[in-house]
């Protein structure tokens, strides 16, 4: 597993993300409730984003802990 790529792209979505959250608190024009409801979303993707790459930051850890046990 490219572990590097996979990170790399996920920090890019995180990224985008944060833009995304920043235009929004940025933006005068909607009042703080819907700039609540609208970053609810971005919030919870982010951190369902950040839990997936430490879930396979695991995975492959496990893994290659298992293929030195075998050599």
């Not at 700039?35 to 995975?59: D, F, G, R, Y």
């Amino acid at each position: 597993m490219d572990m590097e790529l996979i990170e790399k792209n996920i920090n890019e979505i995180v990224d985008s993300l944060e833009q995304e959250v920043m235009a929004l608190v940025m933006d005068e024009s909607i009042d703080k409730q819907m700039t609540n409801i609208h970053m609810k979303p971005l919030a919870s993707t982010k951190k369902i984003l950040l839990n997936a790459l430490e879930s396979i930051k695991m995975v492959d850890r496990l893994h290659k802990e298992e293929l030195e046990k075998l050599s």
